[in-house]
């Protein structure tokens, strides 16, 4: 039961919220007078503007058939009509000094009490009694720019077609309103006074699911707007993303060069950190050498050093450099040639530069053997 209320109670607000937009929507629309003749309406026109009621069926076009009187009552007359157009409807239609005419002004923002308005002029003005006349108004043009709609209003008297009213609904048609013709009973005037004036809430009413429609229509649009808005969102974000591609390619191959720039200093500042210094090594083998010895070159290269020269006994050269607490893995790279001018033997040596925790380092690229003389 509690959710059955719930439920009616929800459609009760979301018809009073309805209700209320439809009202505000119905102000944004232009002003819009008592209906008009249709241009493809076709009616049975009751004119009794003469000695003897003239019914005739007319369209948009002018007069399309003619019921003759030949004595009958309009009773009788007005049945025989609507046997020949049974769908049409009966407007009934005055002279034009039978319908009494005068053009106002009225505020545009009031449209939909124009009826109230115009009946209040009537009291006030003169002397018809509001329940003796039929009124109704049509606009003309549109309003100016202080905001006043021009309205040309139309009273009859009931007492004219109180007698035809009875006859008509006695003959069994439907009234549709009464009209008056123009000044030189050409045509009639382009407006419809309706018997009884309709009620605001109707004139709000007829414009429901058209406000329906606008309502939706702008939800749709909204809708689609936001969609739109989006794509070219996303469009723009693919764009910027296309251009900036090269761009991102570009900073991660830098920071892979950096990446293995780091790397290689790294370990140049590890190597470098843990060799003995150039000036200690060469002082450790200067005081390894016997005095007999002599030194024509001294290399030392990355980790290793190549010494050449002369000495009295050149193969007791390798024990000592391997005691001299700086070298290790010390060979000779020829043979050892005498020489007589000298009187010495001729050498040439190569060894692997310890480090300065006293351990071998391996070495970074393969080393090369020296050509052997």
Not at 108 to 124: N, T, V
Not at 145 to 172: C, M, N, P, W, Y
Not at 178 to 183: L, R
Not at 191 to 210: F, Q, S, T, W
Request: charged share 25%; aromatic share 4%; net charge neutral.
């Amino acid at each position: 039961m509690i959710g059955v209320r719930a439920a009616d109670n929800f459609v009760a607000s979301g018809r009073q919220f309805l209700n209320w937009w439809v009202q505000e929507l119905a102000d944004f629309l232009p002003p819009r007078g008592p209906r008009s003749r249709a241009p493809d309406a076709t009616v049975v026109v009751v004119a009794l503007d003469a000695e003897e009621p003239e019914i005739f069926l007319e369209s948009h076009k002018g007069r399309v058939a003619h019921v003759g009187a030949d004595g009958g009552s309009l009773v009788d007359r007005l049945r025989e009509a609507l046997m020949l157009w049974p769908q049409s409807v009966v407007r009934i239609r005055l002279s034009d000094r039978q319908c009494f005419k005068r053009t106002t002004q009225l505020p545009a923002g009031a449209h939909r009490d124009f009826d109230r308005i115009l009946a209040l002029e009537l009291e006030r003005d003169t002397p018809f009694p509001t329940g003796t006349i039929l009124s109704g108004y049509r606009l003309i043009g549109r309003p100016d720019r202080r905001g006043l709609q021009l309205v040309e209003h139309f009273v009859v008297k009931r007492s004219l077609i109180a007698t035809a009213l009875e006859d008509i609904r006695e003959a069994g048609g439907t009234i549709d309103g009464v009209e008056c013709w123009d000044a030189v009973r050409a045509t009639a005037l382009p407006i419809v006074i309706p018997l009884e004036a309709r009620p605001a809430a109707e004139r709000v009413k007829h414009n429901i699911k058209g406000l329906i429609l606008l309502l939706l229509a702008l939800s749709v649009l909204g809708a689609w707007q936001l969609l739109a808005r989006q794509e070219a969102a996303i469009q723009a974000l693919a764009a910027e993303a296309t251009l900036l591609t090269p761009s991102v390619k570009e900073v991660v191959a830098r920071a892979e060069a950096d990446r293995l720039l780091e790397e290689s200093s790294s370990r140049l500042r590890t190597l470098k950190q843990s060799r003995l210094p150039a000036s200690v090594v060469l002082h450790r083998v200067t005081r390894a050498l016997p005095d007999h010895t002599w030194l024509d070159s001294f290399k030392i290269d990355e980790d290793s050093i190549e010494i050449s020269g002369l000495s009295q006994t050149a193969t007791l050269l390798l024990p000592l450099l391997e005691a001299a607490a700086c070298c290790s893995d010390v060979r000779l790279l020829g043979p050892v040639r005498y020489d007589p001018d000298h009187d010495r033997e001729r050498f040439q040596i190569k060894a692997r530069i310890l480090p300065a925790s006293g351990k071998a380092l391996v070495a970074v690229t393969p080393e090369t053997p020296g050509p052997r003389q």
